[in-house]
């Protein structure tokens, strides 16, 4: 049993004004309100609809409410950070519900009974370009083969999903279950090629009689730093070592490995060196632990594998075998500063997971297209550059990179350049108030502990295999089930019960239910029973 909140009755007030008199003074209304969840997704996902289908065990049907937003869910149940978790409101009570691995469980089941998306429009007659089978891309193609057009991805690598692929570790994200979800958006009849390099936009646009192009290349390139290496010291980047072994190239690191900064990168490149047989793997990072980049499940996991971290620390020179660096100490502020006193640390070899940058060099000179200094592009709200027919998004452009921001940049896209292409641009509907905890009515709730998902032990992580694993058919049912459906009525039939005076009328499954105003008092009590608020008390209109 779970330790109940002291709050959870609701105080009985006598003094409070009643609403019920000879006349009624407001009535009740069925609203529908955002979820904290589907606000705080960035891929846009109507989360608590495909979980309410999954509530009732209608797995198809929510595997395709939730691709209406998101095409990679296979993927996003292992890589997202789930920020929907984050705000969930059930946290207020025990904890959130584990949105991403009932999506995880959504994707490998569409995976494993051969599913394909419903497609949505007759072809219309466009082409459309991408530049990079990266998220972006793949989000911004699928959603363009659904919308009727036709898409070709065009990417330099020799394998698809860019940073997914070559950027993510495999016992995070093995490469069978990336390679089956782009493998369903391929059978909709969007063309990949592969190993071909964009570097003229327009000659390609051109010379394949696209009607648009969405450019979406990632931030693949190192950010680097001035600090001084011997000639003998073996000092390589954490992206170019993840894109090596994710190619099957692993580098030999030797025994002793400084990976430098605490990014989620840095964590990654720091466990990818422990399973490349480093005995030791320390990250150096010149602040705290409070102001690193990385998430802290991210860190404990590191930590779990044998990783160590070495906090407040900044490198100051790499030798061939050996490194100097100066410690750190927060001023006032919190901004880490020079001591003057310094340490010697052993290493074989160093990664610099320092960040990342966009190589979008090739998009200079094209009229209307303004680069930053970091390489990323300026775009509007409709993901369109000042080049009329050319879009960007992803890593690419101003913004979280993350791989669900990513994909919510290619649906986004998609749908305007859609716009575009028919003549009538894109607007997105007005979303509803977001409902907090504090407006939920939840006098009696049902204990719900939630589904754990299986974890290789630490001491058996020793090569590439999946760390985490998936969670049963059972299990999945029970996760959905803890959702408490905020701010959207899912028929409880509790307003029904509780009308003294038989106003609430049922309209039948799936369409909720009616007032009628001839009978209400106006007493309140559907709305003070309902425990997900998809009931609101307004004041009668007085008559003119």
Known sequence: MIDHRPDMSPVVE???????????????????????????????????????LAQAGKWRQAWETLIRDNPLPAVHGRV???????????????????????????????????????????PSGKKVLVVGAGPSGLSAAYHLARLGHTVEIRDAGPLPGGMLHFGIPAYRLPRDVLMKEIARIEAMGVRLTLNHKVEDVLTEKAAGGFDAVFVAIGAQAARHVDIPARDAAHVVSAVSL?????????????????????GNTAMDAARTARRLGAEEALIVFFSDRAHMEAHAFEAEEALSEGVKIKW?????????????????????QGVPQPTGKFETLQADSVVLALGQHAESDFLKGIPGVELTSDGTVLVGTDMMTGAAGLFAGGDMIPGTRTVTAAVGHGKKAARHIDGWLRGQPYAAAPKHPVIGFEDLHLPI???????????????????????????????????????????????????FAACPETAILKLGPGRGYAVDLALCTGCAACFEQCPCHAIDMIPERIPA
């Open 445 to 495: 709730y049902s204990d719900a502990k939630p589904s754990l998902q299986p974890e290789l032990p630490a001491n058996k992580r020793q090569d590439f295999a999946e760390v985490v694993g998936g969670l049963s058919e059972t299990a999945a049912l029970h996760e959905a089930k803890r959702c408490l459906s905020c701010g959207n009525c899912y028929e409880c039939d509790g307003c």
């Open 80 to 122: 997202c950070y789930h920020p929907c978790e984050s705000a969930c409101n059930r946290a207020e009570l025990d904890s959130s519900v584990s949105i991403h691995s009932i999506e995880r469980f959504l994707g490998d089941k569409a995976t494993a009974e051969g599913w394909l998306p419903p497609r949505d429009a007759a």
């Open 14 to 52: 006598m003094t409070r004004r009643r609403v019920v008199g000879p006349t009624r003074t407001s009535h009740p209304v069925y609203v529908d309100l955002l979820p904290p969840c589907n606000q705080g997704c960035p891929a846009g996902e109507d989360i608590q609809a495909w979980l309410s």
């Open 242 to 262: 993840l894109h090596d072994v994710g190619a099957g190239r692993a580098p030999k690191l030797g025994r002793r490995v400084v990976i430098y900064g605490a």
């Open 312 to 332: 407040l620390s900044s490198i100051r020179d790499i030798g061939a075998d050996k490194l100097q660096v100066e410690l750190m100490a927060l001023d006032a």
